[in-house]
């Protein structure tokens, strides 16, 4: 079974600054899939990035980018140029294939201070 | 994506009774999925639902509690039976692709937050 932990339980950012995210997990599939989400207090799940694990470049989109470490099951995920509307939940996922479940970790909250 | 909408939003209900959580989906998808948020938690998966055949469990979730129902392609029904105010949750359905034919990414619909008396 897969696990994943997210060890920061919130982080404080200033705007236009950048914050790094936490996420490490465990598995024995050799093929797997690893996640961003952000749930905003609207509660709306909202996939910010997605990474396969059989690819060694990092993934990124805009301001988001990813340092997947394999070797050491670490996925964190950096936030660029922090904006007031990054505020959120943001949760770590990962899938052991197409068409299973998403396995999250318990959260990170990031607050954005003006 | 895919344009996911549930109903009902959010609901107060009575203990004892029973609650269907309705999941429509913009387009056909294979796979959709039932999860659970309890309060200032994460998503724990209830179950995976295929048209055509029966629902998936995960570990801790039995049918009896979370009847599910998936009639077609587009469309799904979660029940929660016999509520307590340990089932106040807020349930969010998903679905994988969404008829982009990117697999490997899963949507979310916007969550119903129930709350039990």
């Known amino acids: 079974a897969q696990t994943v932990t997210q060890s920061q339980p919130e982080m404080s950012v200033q705007e236009a600054e950048t914050v790094t995210l936490s996420c490490t997990y465990d598995t024995s599939e050799s093929d797997y899939y690893l996640f961003w989400y952000k749930q905003p207090p609207s509660r709306q799940m909202i996939l910010v990035i997605r990474q396969e694990a059989y690819k060694q470049q990092n993934a990124t989109e805009n301001r988001f980018s990813v340092n997947f470490q394999k070797a050491a099951k670490s996925f964190s995920l950096k936030i660029s140029d922090s904006q007031l509307g990054d505020a959120a939940m943001y949760f770590c996922?990962?899938?052991?294939?197409?068409?299973?479940?998403?396995?999250f970790g318990g959260g990170t909250r990031v607050l954005v201070k003006p | 994506s895919a344009v996911i909408s549930q109903k009902p939003s959010r609901d107060i209900c009575q203990r004892g009774t029973s609650l269907t959580i309705q999941c429509q989906v913009d387009s056909q998808v294979t796979m959709m999925f039932w999860y659970r948020q309890q309060p200032g938690q994460s998503l724990t998966l209830i179950a995976t639902?295929?048209?055509?055949?029966?629902?998936?469990?995960e570990s801790g979730f039995v049918i009896d509690k979370f009847p599910i129902s998936r009639p077609n392609l587009t469309f799904s029904t979660l029940t929660v039976s016999n509520m307590s105010p340990e089932d106040s949750s807020i349930y969010l359905c998903?679905?994988?692709?969404?008829?982009?034919?990117?697999?490997?990414?899963?949507?979310f619909g916007p969550g119903t937050r129930l709350t039990v008396l």
């Open positions: 996922a990962s899938q052991e294939a197409a068409g299973n479940k998403l396995t």
């Open positions: 639902a295929n048209q055509g055949s029966e629902a998936t469990y």
């Open positions: 998903s679905v994988e692709g969404g008829g982009t034919g990117v697999y490997n990414e899963q949507f």
